[in-house]
């Protein structure tokens, strides 16, 4: 009896002990969800529309990497993280100060026997060049017809009766006739751009050194529309990356000409490559193997930029970060036009700001973060996401204590999905590396902005947009970080000097980022932090 009475005594208390446990963590969670729902309304459009309409100005000019505007920029950025209170972790610095290479291909010539194509003539885009400089270079040039092979290569075979190792191929645009299933993807058969990484693809395999892709002048004229300023603007990159991108990257000259070129590239005359492309068209051989002199020259600029950093420091778990980003910069004057990039990433600059603000505000209340905030904006992005990729090699805080970034590029805009729909943001990158990051999202989006579909169209690493790849997301990801990347799609205005801020969607700005802003509470405020599991 006495036995029996102690242990229901003893449950009892266990009972008690658990309940109050669990009493005290509902409360808990309660006391976080009625402090984040406060600080959402700090995240307010018309606070938004102050600071892009003076970043979007034409006043900073595009805000082009290492130009006046982007300093301009960068001074706003960081008075702005000093009037709220955030730490300057460079060295007492709000600015991550670092140097770039601007590289310009100044001169590039092909010459044959019968003449020479030139780069200053704009007969060539030279998609990839040929690594420094080249003074008349003797080159193997050799017609590959349209670089297509059947799978196993015992049916058709452009490179049946040729030898392409160590040689430039030539090789058309396009399918012959009844193999256009030679291209599995449809949209390959229709682009330029998309058969030219078909085609180099299999040429590599079978050893070339490069392609000459050749098209018709109508083809030729839409890619150098849409792509061209990809191609002939100045490379960019990080002085201390080039030697590693160097031995990662091997040689392999990549260029696009037209087909009218083709009898010139391979040694012929017009009316003599008449007859031998007719042989060749029923044959599938007798063009004959030419040499060509291959001159370039490349010129290097030193550019001086910084990536902006300001630092709200954690309570318990400060040693432990999130890091949140956006790109600063844009594309600056072309032809006389500003390019004042609004949505492209005003809207996302514009996005950190405001979230710099309400968590500031609520450590100053007395409600920090558990864990440590870097809010970070970057610079050198549309030159090849270089600002990110310099701070992922040179970090102020180190890697293995970042528990995840939040990045935030183009959320100010619809696109042709989505364009009588403000209410949907794309994220992509949350799947990735973390199941607990995308399940911690979904659950913020649900609670805290329910309006906001939560579009994964993109999120896939072998996306055709590849856009897991093209914002400052990735430079976390590849150090095995976990990411979520916000975005909007592309739109009309898509590097346009027609982005601008009265085309700005304020509304669904304010509620993605007060999605953002919901996630990086609850990423600072856990218990545990995030596993990696992927």
């Known amino acids: 009896m006495f036995k029996t009475t102690t242990h229901k005594i003893a449950l009892s208390v266990l009972f008690i002990i658990f309940s109050s446990s ?22 307010d459009e018309a606070d938004m529309k102050k600071h892009l309409s003076v970043l979007a100005s034409d006043e900073y000019e595009g805000r082009e990497t290492g130009e006046k505007g982007q300093k301009m920029a960068a001074e706003y950025i960081a008075n702005r993280f000093k009037e709220l209170g955030l730490t300057a972790p460079v060295n007492g610095s709000y600015f991550q100060k670092f140097e770039l290479n601007k590289t310009s291909l100044a001169e590039f010539r092909i010459e044959t026997l019968t003449g020479e194509i030139e780069l200053s003539q704009n007969e060539i885009i030279v998609v990839n060049p040929l690594q420094g400089d080249r003074n008349d270079e ?17 049916g058709y075979s452009s490179y049946k009766s040729i030898d392409v190792k160590n040689k430039i191929a030539v090789i058309m645009i396009g399918t012959p006739k009844g193999k256009e299933s030679l291209i599995p993807n449809k949209e390959a058969r229709k682009s330029v751009y998309l058969q030219m990484g078909f085609k180099s693809k299999l040429a590599k395999e079978k050893g070339a050194k490069g392609i000459i892709f050749v098209s018709k002048k109508s083809d030729f004229k839409d890619f150098d529309y849409n792509y061209g300023h990809y191609f002939k603007d100045p490379k960019w990159s990080v002085p201390s990356s080039e030697s590693k991108e160097k031995e990662d990257k091997s040689e392999f000259l990549m260029a696009l000409s037209t087909t009218d070129k083709l009898p010139n590239l391979l040694g012929y ?12 068209n029923k044959k599938g051989k007798g063009v004959q193997e030419a040499q060509a002199k291959i001159s370039s020259e490349t010129k290097i600029e030193k550019v001086d930029t910084e990536n902006v950093l300001g630092f ?64 970070m904006l970057v610079t050198g ?25 939040l990045n935030i590029d183009m959320i100010g805009r619809m696109d042709k999905d989505h364009k009588d729909d403000p209410n949907y943001v794309y994220i992509i990158g949350s799947t ?52 979520i990347f916000y975005f909007n799609g592309v739109h009309a205005d898509y590097h346009q000097h027609t982005d601008e801020v009265d085309k ?16 990086a509470w ?13």
């Open 381 to 405: 992005e549309e030159k090849g996401l270089l600002g990110s990729s310099y701070y992922s090699e040179n970090p102020v805080f180190p890697l293995k204590n970042t528990v995840s970034n």
């Open 269 to 280: 005359t017009d009316k003599k490559w008449k007859k031998v492309f007719k042989k060749w």
């Open 504 to 519: 700005i969607h304020f509304g669904k700005m304010q509620e993605i980022t007060r999605l953002v802003f919901a996630t």
């Open 432 to 483: 990735m590396l973390s199941t607990e990051l995308h399940n911690l999202s979904e659950a913020s989006a649900k609670m805290y902005a329910p309006n906001v579909k939560l579009d994964y169209t993109y999120n896939d690493k072998d996306d055709p947009n590849r856009y897991y790849y093209r914002s400052d997301h990735y430079n976390f990801a590849k150090h095995d970080i976990p990411v």
């Open 312 to 375: 709200l420091e954690g309570t318990d778990k400060k040693e432990e970060l999130i890091v949140i980003t956006a790109h600063y910069d844009h594309i600056g004057i072309i032809d006389g036009k500003i390019y004042n990039g609004a949505d492209d990433d005003g809207s996302g600059t514009t996005a950190v700001l405001e979230l710099a603000e309400a968590f500031a505000l609520a450590k100053k209340q007395g409600n920090p973060s558990r864990r440590s905030i870097l809010f």
């Open 22 to 43: 669990v009493l005290q963590a509902q409360q808990k969670a309660q006391q976080q969800d009625s402090l984040l729902t406060s600080y959402l309304k700090y995240i």
């Open 138 to 154: 003797e080159h193997d040039i050799i017609f590959a017809g349209y670089g297509l092979e059947e799978e196993g290569g015992n």
């Open 522 to 534: 609850n990423l600072v405020n856990r218990e545990e932090r995030i596993k990696n599991d992927n």
